[in-house]
């Protein structure tokens, strides 16, 4: 701020010695600087003169000492106290103090940084010139940097020395305290500060150029591009100026003069005359009067018979001339809807209307003098340029207000119509939704709905995707749970399905689904003689019988029991029991499955229980298994393999030293449908 009063001062002191009231600018500015430190406000200055200049220069140095009291009260803050927490605030006063306390913890910290003094950031000159001295004191140990303090805060005081010795006629600035060793100026004992828009080097004497650009401290505007200058910088125009127009040094567009520079195309029949972003070619031979000038410099008669409105006095016509035109007595001329007389003296009107044309094209005619005009019947309008009766499109005219629908025009009316799915209503405006069911476009069920239609058929159909009308029959047999509608065989039927057995042995289930085994054991259907045994299986039975062996005795229908053995040790190692037993299973067993147990009723301590297939498992599909209380026989895997197997099963105990064999006979009956679950007995 105190760098702005002394350009003020520079500016305008040779103004004031100029005023009438002969007040100088050091008065102004003295006069400022002492209600700013009176009244620390420069909000209402006593005007010392009636000059704009004078009023500003006190205002500015009033400014600019409270500004350097704040400044000064900042950097003390900071120096003292080390922190701006106590200055922050949002009144317009205390901003400067915050600004420069800021500023100044900003310059210390970069000396605990090890960063130089002088290091260029973008923090405006205030700022830089605050962080700068507050740096050199803690380098210098307060000792050199009071005297840099003061190139910031005395700066309003130096102003006033200027102004002073610019009233005595002294060139000089300030006395040169630093023995001429300052690049630019000396602002104390042995203190350099340079001008603005440049910087102090480390040498403490030497100034550089601040690049305002690179540090973004430039003002130039949008469209505008910064270009460093020593000292200072300029901003220039990145966009054309446009055609006819050139960019000044002061970033302004200044017209061309194509007339001047001789840049213009004007042919040697013409002069050039310039204006602004273009010129003008001017013939340089002047027509005369009844003549106009084409773009090529020719003379072209003017008819002024047609360029003029009755250049002629009434009853006379105008004949044009070259550069000129005559006016003749008129002769009779009828005009438009006019005809002469049979005297030939005087125009009459013509009556259109019984003339051998039809004007009016059907519709009525009414006669004018002069002329004629045709009544159109309802649905036209009269074109009063082509003298017709036009048709009036009433679905444009009209759009949405005629027709709930579509609108046709037609000549002279128009006419309603409706979308698919309905009619038209008896007013011949709205749409009534039509019954399209009416006309059994469905195969079978059909639903009306608002403008259309729906087709849907009943169960065990459903609806074609082609025609979206016709109902085709569901093959539920092939769809994917097809498989498990039925557990045999699955039959289609039109609309619906029905399911079926073997004819054999089997018979359909009251849920007409399930397949049932038919026992013919128990319905007495069987075949087997007095002597057999009927078996019931899944899909069939079995006719059974056994006879013991030798030395053996028939207890009930299933058992042999050994006779006595007479001391003959053959016979003792004969089984003591032979037992009978039918199985019947699926073949659909994906694992191995335990499907029989045999062993002792009750054990002791000391059994030794071994059991063993001893004929009829060729094929391996068998197995046994050793149990705590006797043995375990288990059946593979059977898919697909409907057979019987006779299995020999003996069991042998060892009990006190005495061994017992067991034998039993295992038929088991292998079926290709789902047998009964089989009850699996114990050999006692």
């Known amino acids: 701020m105190a760098l702005c009063v002394v350009v003020l001062c520079s500016l305008f002191g040779v103004v004031f010695g100029q005023g009438a009231e002969h007040v100088s600018v050091g008065d102004c500015c003295k006069d400022g600087q002492k209600h700013g430190n009176d009244n620390k406000d420069c909000a209402s200055i006593p005007l010392i003169s009636g000059s704009t200049t004078c009023r500003i220069v006190q205002e500015q140095c009033c400014v600019a000492v409270l500004e350097d009291n704040m400044c000064t009260t900042g950097i003390n803050t900071a120096k003292d106290q080390g922190v701006c927490d106590t200055l922050f605030t949002s009144t317009c006063e205390t901003k400067t103090t915050k600004m420069c306390c800021d500023c100044c913890l900003l310059g210390k910290a970069a000396h605990e940084l090890g960063i130089p003094c002088d290091h260029s950031l973008s923090v405006g000159y205030q700022c830089s010139l605050v962080s700068r001295a507050c740096c050199a004191i803690e380098a210098s140990g307060n000792q050199t940097a009071q005297a840099t303090q003061i190139e910031y805060v005395s700066f309003s005081h130096t102003v006033k020395n200027q102004d002073v010795n610019a009233e005595n006629g002294d060139n000089s600035v300030l006395s040169d305290q630093c023995t001429g060793k300052c690049a630019h100026q000396c602002v104390a004992n042995d203190t350099c500060a340079c001008f603005k828009g440049f910087k102090l080097k480390p040498d403490g004497k030497s100034c550089e150029d601040i690049n305002e650009c690179l540090l973004g401290a430039s003002n130039c505007r949008g469209g505008e591009r910064c270009i460093n200058t020593e000292g200072s910088f300029r901003c220039q125009r990145e966009i054309s100026c446009g055609t006819g127009y050139e960019l000044t040094d002061n970033n302004n567009c200044k017209d061309i003069d194509e007339c001047e520079t001789g840049i213009h195309n004007c042919g040697p029949q013409f002069e050039c005359q310039n204006t602004q972003g273009s010129f003008r070619c001017l013939p340089k031979v002047k027509c005369g009067s009844g003549f106009i000038q084409d773009a090529l410099g020719s003379c072209i008669d003017i008819n002024e018979c047609v360029t003029q409105v009755s250049p002629c006095h009434r009853g006379q016509v105008c004949i044009n001339t070259v550069g000129s035109f005559v006016c003749q007595r008129n002769s009779v001329n009828c005009g438009r809807g006019y005809h002469l007389n049979e005297?030939?003296?005087?125009?009459?009107?013509?009556?259109?209307?019984?003339?051998?044309?039809?004007?009016?094209?059907?519709?009525?005619?009414?006669?004018?003098?002069?002329?004629?005009?045709?009544?159109?019947?309802?649905?036209?309008?009269?074109?009063?340029?082509?003298?017709?009766?036009?048709?009036?499109?009433?679905?444009?005219?009209?759009?949405?207000?005629?027709?709930?629908?579509?609108?046709?025009?037609?000549?002279?009316?128009?006419?309603?119509?409706?979308?698919?799915?309905?009619?038209?209503?008896?007013?011949?405006?709205?749409?009534?939704?039509?019954?399209?069911?009416?006309?059994?476009?469905?195969?079978?069920?059909?639903?009306?709905?608002?403008?259309?239609?729906?087709?849907?058929?009943?169960?065990?159909?459903?609806?074609?995707?082609?025609?979206?009308?016709?109902?085709?029959?569901?093959?539920?047999?092939?769809?994917?749970?097809?498989?498990?509608?039925?557990?045999?065989?699955?039959?289609?039927?039109?609309?619906?399905?029905?399911?079926?057995?073997?004819?054999?042995?089997?018979?359909?289930?009251?849920?007409?689904?399930?397949?049932?085994?038919?026992?013919?054991?128990?319905?007495?259907?069987?075949?087997?003689?007095?002597?057999?045994?009927?078996?019931?299986?899944?899909?069939?039975?079995?006719?059974?019988?056994?006879?013991?062996?030798?030395?053996?005795?028939?207890?009930?229908?299933?058992?042999?029991?050994?006779?006595?053995?007479?001391?003959?040790?053959?016979?003792?190692?004969?089984?003591?029991?032979?037992?009978?037993?039918?199985?019947?299973?699926?073949?659909?067993?994906?694992?191995?499955?335990?499907?029989?147990?045999?062993?002792?009723?009750?054990?002791?301590?000391?059994?030794?229980?071994?059991?063993?297939?001893?004929?009829?498992?060729?094929?391996?599909?068998?197995?046994?298994?050793?149990?705590?209380?006797?043995?375990?026989?288990?059946?593979?895997?059977?898919?697909?393999?409907?057979?019987?197997?006779?299995?020999?099963?003996?069991?042998?105990?060892?009990?006190?030293?005495?061994?017992?064999?067991?034998?039993?006979?295992?038929?088991?009956?292998?079926?290709?449908?789902?047998?009964?679950?089989?009850?699996?007995?114990?050999?006692?």
């Open 343 to 684: 005297d030939g003296t005087r125009c009459i009107d013509i009556d259109e209307c019984k003339g051998p044309e039809e004007v009016c094209a059907g519709h009525g005619c009414i006669n004018q003098l002069g002329s004629y005009r045709c009544e159109c019947q309802s649905g036209y309008n009269f074109n009063s340029i082509t003298r017709l009766c036009e048709d009036i499109n009433e679905c444009r005219h009209y759009p949405g207000r005629l027709c709930a629908h579509k609108c046709e025009n037609t000549l002279g009316s128009y006419h309603c119509s409706c979308t698919t799915g309905f009619k038209l209503a008896s007013d011949g405006r709205n749409c009534d939704d039509l019954n399209e069911c009416d006309s059994n476009p469905c195969t079978q069920e059909c639903a009306n709905v608002y403008g259309s239609y729906q087709c849907y058929c009943r169960r065990g159909y459903q609806l074609s995707d082609i025609d979206g009308m016709t109902c085709e029959d569901i093959d539920e047999c092939a769809l994917p749970t097809g498989g498990h509608i039925c557990s045999y065989r699955c039959h289609n039927t039109p609309g619906s399905f029905h399911c079926s057995c073997p004819v054999i042995g089997h018979t359909l289930a009251v849920n007409g689904r399930s397949c049932q085994d038919i026992d013919e054991c128990v319905a007495g259907t069987h075949t087997c003689t007095e002597d057999e045994s009927c078996f019931n299986i899944q899909g069939g039975f079995r006719c059974l019988k056994f006879d013991c062996p030798n030395n053996y005795r028939r207890v009930g229908e299933t058992r042999c029991e050994r006779l006595l053995c007479n001391e003959s040790v053959q016979c003792l190692t004969m089984p003591l029991r032979i037992t009978y037993y039918y199985l019947t299973f699926p073949t659909n067993i994906p694992v191995f499955t335990n499907i029989f147990r045999m062993g002792p009723s009750h054990t002791v301590p000391g059994d030794d229980i071994q059991i063993a297939i001893t004929a009829g498992n060729e094929g391996g599909f068998f197995n046994t298994e050793r149990a705590p209380t006797g043995g375990v026989m288990s059946v593979a895997k059977l898919i697909n393999k409907p057979r019987d197997f006779a299995l020999s099963l003996e069991l042998r105990l060892q009990r006190y030293g005495t061994v017992t064999t067991y034998l039993a006979k295992v038929l088991v009956f292998v079926t290709q449908e789902e047998p009964r679950v089989p009850y699996n007995p114990l050999l006692e």
